[in-house]
């Protein structure tokens, strides 16, 4: 099976008054359809960098990044535009979304910049609000939504073209922890149910180990990959209930 | 513990032993079943020690115990309530332990002991996450879920610093 992202001894080294600072360091990474992983990371890590590099935002310095086996430098400026547009969703930490437009203009914008056609232009933005719990809010403004109601309207533009990737960076950065972890179990859920590919990178292990792979990233290197498995909450309640009495 | 767990459970109201184990299993948000020998012992030294008194159902002494709090029992749980817990969390730490024989033996690979303990700590995590859900309506017991997930996340950012640095000692 070929991956749907793949980096080979991918680097990228920013030059700063004279001095280069080297933020992806041949990193290899190769993301499976249908997989979730998480990229953990202080800041300055490098996690932001690589993001970059496999959502088409930016060159590498050198090795190559490949989407769907295809390497993305022997690709136009327009035709990583139109990857950028249909084959990759965004989610950002600030949610990103236009103030003036309603939550389902916003989806509804994603699908017109995607060359969407009107009938499903006009159906499609309810069924993704309604997808991420917010079809009853689908007329509101962001202003007039919590921080954790923005990032759905965001999951659900960003699912707008049905990209082949979805690339989430620090999606949970602004929400606090409960209203985070309702937001990770509905990524865990599109990714389950949908078998839509998911890579996020964060900074904050709580949110990596929603994830079923995790990559542990340091000084631009990946330090340590775990996969995660198993649902077994017995387990954990247990050993913590066990310790004391 | 399960001393004054018992005693904080009669002090409520008189209970047999059955409603003991079972109101105390409830309180730990039924994840745990507690040992039925295990209250029993301790009911009876309690009982010796004039903290809780035992009444028969039957005269002839047979039949279901009730218990119930007598008045030192109250005092010997209030002392206990009161008092803050003196003892730190314990600086536990087995992994830190093993680090510390890998050192004495020579080795020199702590990276793969580390990233070893990184997994283990990521998979309980998730866990622990799942268990956060799923325990949502019980408010005392998602505490404790909730704290075990900050220590947890600490006990991860620990591991960094400890990758960190014996990274630049082998330098």
Known sequence: MEPIIETKEVWKVYGMNGASVEAVCGIDLAVQQGEFVAIVGPSGSGKSSLLHLLGAMDHPTRG????????????SDAQRTDL??????????????????????????????????KAERQARPLELLERVGLGPRARHLPRQLSGGERQRVAIARAL???????????????????????????????????????????????????????????????RGETRLQGQDTHRALGQLLALEL | MLRYALLGLLAHQPHHGYELKTGLEQALGGNWEINFGQIYTTLSRLERDGLVTGTAEAEDGRGKRTYSLTPSGKADLDASLEQAV???????????????????????????ALARQRQAYLQQLRELNLASASQQEDPLVSLLVEGAILHLQADLQWLGMCEERLEALSK
């Open chain 1, 64 to 75: 190559e990044v490949l989407f769907g086996n295809q390497p993305l430098h022997k690709m």
């Open chain 1, 84 to 117: 950028r547009a249909h084959q990759i969703g965004f989610i950002f930490q600030t949610f990103n979304l236009l103030p003036n437009l309603s939550a389902l203009e916003n989806v509804e914008i994603a699908l017109r910049l995607g060359g969407a056609a």
């Open chain 1, 160 to 222: 707008a073209n049905r990209p082949r990737l979805l690339l989430a960076d620090e999606p949970t950065g602004n929400l606090d922890s409960k209203t985070g972890a309702s937001l990770l179990e509905l990524l865990r859920q599109i990714n389950r149910q949908d078998r839509q590919t998911v890579v996020m990178v964060t900074h904050d292990f709580r949110a990596a180990s929603h994830a079923d792979r995790v990559l542990v990233l340091r000084d631009g290197r990946i």
């Open chain 2, 86 to 112: 003196e003892k730190p969390r314990p600086l536990h730490d087995e992994f830190f332990i093993k680090l510390v024989i890998r050192h004495l033996a020579g080795y020199d690979d702590a990276h793969l």
